[in-house]
């Protein structure tokens, strides 16, 4: 099976396989998937690494991997219920005690508290290696935390976009309905009839969120942290933009220590705050449940045996990896006997202190260890270095041999049995690495379960329940705050990218030599205002290094290339919700972008070349984005408030710009300045607005400053329309019908407010009045009061949506029932 596969790939010239895994890369890039472990890219992540070559189990190989997973899995549930109650293993001394009580992972808090459906252990994952005698063994633990599972998937549908022949050449079992079978599992642990479910994630810090997103989105349920959940009388609450949702599911991706800071770790803010009370009442069920994570234990591995002849009496199908728990003085003095030919790692987690690599270590590096094993010897185990297999991968065009392991994953069904997923995500080493982790660098392999030519097909499911209402989407305020600002992100750099691209024509084309010495200074002012006061920036627009800067520097507060990392930044934070073909073309836009080097010190001309380059690609991507996205997206709250964003900010850059006007442009103090001058100056304002051609389609004649303004303010169908754009916040405000708190009222009381006061202001008066005691001339001080009327449905917006404020249903139950 192999063979067609491996000889296709190897006969390839270098140059077209290294092609392929660019595409390969690529396409995961497309995707979002990352794993986050060097830090070393300020505004993205690295993306997957996957091989281009799969790894195939045969059905010979993959039968017995499968009973034995499921003994495992049934036998550590026994084990769970009875630790965390009545403790007959440990009375019976099959399992000593200093392994299981005295680990860090033995939860106090979970003592008789009730676990999801009876069970602690859910979803699960297991890693397996070849060992020396070349069958399979248990390398380490996930059965609380099915970490990986998301990276199995996409590695298929990476894999299937890059060779698609390969497999129509090869029968396979599918996985794709992996993630359907994890949500419906999830919700048959709840009594109610249409649960909530939440994935609770540490958030992007985590090197895995991508995963998180992933399996949301695949799922259809809110990704959460800690701080978007609460305690309220006994149960747990969604924040959400139209107030409080009872939350009855929780699968949560983060530690037990860090989930709730009254039981385990006071420092946590990755949790909530009352949870583990919650559970305790019934009603929340956590999965995985908390204490289950002692399974992971590595110290239990070696006694993985007399765990399964303790509850099951049989005999193990798959055996450990040989283990050696350094806290028993035995088991040590022997590893410190020959410390070179093994690998030291804690009890959890993905760390290696020594070994792993097939190397031997230097004199100082085994004293190091030495050492460090004798000061804390009990959170240590040892395990040989040779332990994983060998295998092929292409990397760079090449053929190279590199170490691996699998990650097999399991999901609990409703009658108590395990359903192994037919597929897993197999680590391999790397180039960078000579470890499989994918915490230590490692990469990985699509796997393959191939189909055997004796199995029967599988019957058909029953059929579905017939009822089609969707369960209701929520929409929290993080989720929403981030649309927010990717909205005013995209439309802050689109705007920018237009003026830039305006100015340098204009230099070249239109303004002699004085217009521009008198109009720079105008042109800086009528810049998007940035949202933080007091901001360190060199913007200006009026020369060819000082738009280079605005369009491709970084450090820049107010460039271009700042708002579309910004946008990205915050899209990485929503990807669940986010649909993938919008995520490739902000994708796009952010890489090209980033990998535009910034030369501040080049010619001019190839300055305003490569302005002019990545102001014009801003320009034509931007509106691609948003209307992807809109082709592509659920039309819910969240992406309403994308929209929200950009109208805001684009009524905000309008305002700003009427007003740094309003004086030397609409009002020349100089009599002998012809009309024809202040034309020319009118018509290039508008064009920085991309205005101009608006103006003479509404207006058929010459650019005056009462129509011009009358079109920037009053018009209700030009883009640029302050009225435009703030009756398009109100519309999307009111017509979200999961958006039922108190602040619409409010919001769209307030937009309509101020439509109202445009609408009445009499431009030609103002614009004819004159200044009064010294005082601002009428449409100065007029456009002052509208523009800070304008950036003040933001702060409408951001409390009454945005920043958390509960808002109290009619539905939900109050703090004091009998007051």
């Not at 390398?139 to 549908?157: E, L, T």
């Amino acid at each position: 099976m192999y063979r067609p596969l491996f000889e296709r790939l190897d006969s390839m010239p270098a140059a077209k396989t290294r092609a392929l895994d660019e595409q390969l890369e690529a396409t995961m890039r497309e995707m979002g998937v990352t794993f986050d472990i060097a830090r070393d890219r300020p505004w993205g992540r690295r993306p997957w690494f996957c091989d281009l070559l799969p790894q195939i189990f045969t059905p010979q190989e993959w039968e017995p991997l499968v009973a034995g997973i499921k003994q495992r899995l049934r036998a550590f549930e026994l084990f769970l219920q009875d630790v965390y109650s009545k403790k007959r293993i440990l009375r019976s001394e099959d399992v000593p005690i200093q392994p299981v009580l005295g680990s860090s992972f033995f939860r106090h808090a979970a003592a008789n508290l009730p676990p999801p459906g009876g069970a602690y252990l859910h979803l699960s994952g297991i890693s397996i290696c070849r060992l020396p005698g070349g069958e399979f063994g248990v390398k380490h633990h996930y059965f609380s935390n099915a970490s990986g599972m998301s990276y199995m998937i996409q590695n298929r549908r990476a894999l299937a976009r890059v060779i698609p022949q390969s497999f129509q050449e090869t029968s396979i079992h599918s996985i794709a309905d992996a993630s359907t079978n994890i949500l419906e599992m999830l919700r048959s642990l709840s009594g109610a009839a249409e649960p909530t479910v939440v994935l609770l994630s540490p958030g992007p810090g985590s090197p895995v969120y991508s995963e998180h997103s992933f399996l949301a989105r695949r799922m259809g349920i809110p990704l959460v942290q800690g701080g978007d959940l609460l305690v309220l009388n006994d149960a747990v609450y969604l924040k959400t933009v139209s107030g409080l949702e009872k939350v009855e599911i929780i699968y949560s991706r983060v530690s037990d220590q860090w989930l709730d800071p009254m039981a385990f770790r006071r420092d946590s803010l990755l949790g909530v705050p009352g949870l583990v009370h919650c559970i305790r009442k019934g009603t929340v069920a956590v999965v995985n449940a908390i204490g289950s994570q002692l399974a992971d234990d590595r110290s239990l591995l070696p006694l993985a045996g007399n765990i399964i002849r303790h509850y099951l009496g049989e005999r193990t199908i798959l055996k450990s990896l040989p283990t050696y728990w350094l806290g028993d003085i035995d088991q040590r003095e022997m590893v410190l006997a020959d410390l070179a030919d093994y690998t030291i790692r804690p009890l959890y987690g993905e760390r290696i202190l020594m070994g792993g690599d097939g190397l031997r270590p230097p004199a100082e590096k085994l004293a190091e260890v030495r050492a460090e094993i004798l000061e804390n010897a009990s959170h240590f185990v040892a395990q040989p270095q040779d332990c994983d297999a060998d295998t092929v991968c292409f990397q760079d065009g090449k053929r190279a041999i590199r170490r691996q392991d699998h990650i097999l994953f399991a999901l609990r069904l409703g009658n108590g049995d395990y359903e192994v997923f037919p597929g897993a995500l197999t680590r391999v080493s790397t180039h960078e690495t000579p470890y499989t982790s994918s915490e230590l660098g490692g990469g990985s392999k699509d796997t393959w379960v191939q189909v055997g030519f004796e199995e029967e097909p599988q019957e058909p499911e029953a059929p579905r329940s017939t009822e089609t209402a969707p369960p209701t989407q929520y929409v929290t305020s993080r989720v929403a705050e981030a649309f927010y600002w990717i909205g005013r992100y995209m439309e802050r750099a689109y705007s920018l990218a237009g003026m830039v691209g305006v100015i340098e024509s204009l230099e070249l084309e239109e303004l002699n030599p004085t217009e521009r010495t008198h109009y720079r200074p105008v042109w800086n002012r009528i810049l998007p205002m940035l949202e933080g006061s007091g901001s360190a920036t060199r913007r200006t627009i009026s020369n060819a290094p000082g738009r280079y800067r605005l369009t491709l520097d970084i450090d820049e507060p107010g460039s271009v290339v700042s708002a579309i990392l910004r946008a990205s930044k915050n899209a990485e934070n929503v990807l669940e919700t986010l649909s993938l073909e919008a995520w490739g073309v902000l994708s796009l836009l952010r890489d090209r972008f980033q990998k535009t080097r910034f030369r501040p010190d080049a010619p001019h001309d190839a300055l305003t070349s490569s302005t002019r380059k990545l102001c014009d690609f801003a320009r034509a991507l931007i509106p691609q984005f948003f209307g992807t996205a809109e082709c592509t997206m659920v039309a819910d709250g969240g992406w309403k408030f994308c929209e929200i964003g950009q109208l805001i900010e684009r009524a905000a850059i309008t305002a700003n710009a009427i007003n740094s006007i309003s004086g030397p442009l609409l009002q020349p103090q100089d009599p002998d300045k012809s009309e024809h001058a202040t034309e020319i100056r009118l018509s290039a304002f508008l064009r920085l607005l991309n205005s101009r051609d608006v103006y003479r389609r509404v207006y058929q004649m010459r650019i005056e400053p009462a129509p011009l303004l009358e079109l920037l303010w009053k018009n209700p169908v030009a883009p640029r329309s302050v009225t435009r754009c703030l009756r398009g916040c109100a519309a999307r405000i009111a017509e979200s019908e999961d958006v039922r708190s108190p602040a619409t009222g409010r919001s769209v009381a307030a937009i309509e407010a101020l439509i109202g006061t445009i609408q009445a202001t009499d431009w030609d008066h103002l614009l004819r009045g004159p200044a009064e005691g010294g005082r601002k001339l009428p449409l100065q001080a007029k456009s002052e009061e509208l523009l800070v009327r304008v950036r003040g449905i933001h702060d409408l917006i951001a409390d009454g949506f945005l920043n958390h404020q509960i808002h109290m249903r009619h539905e939900t139950q109050p703090l004091f029932p009998n007051a």
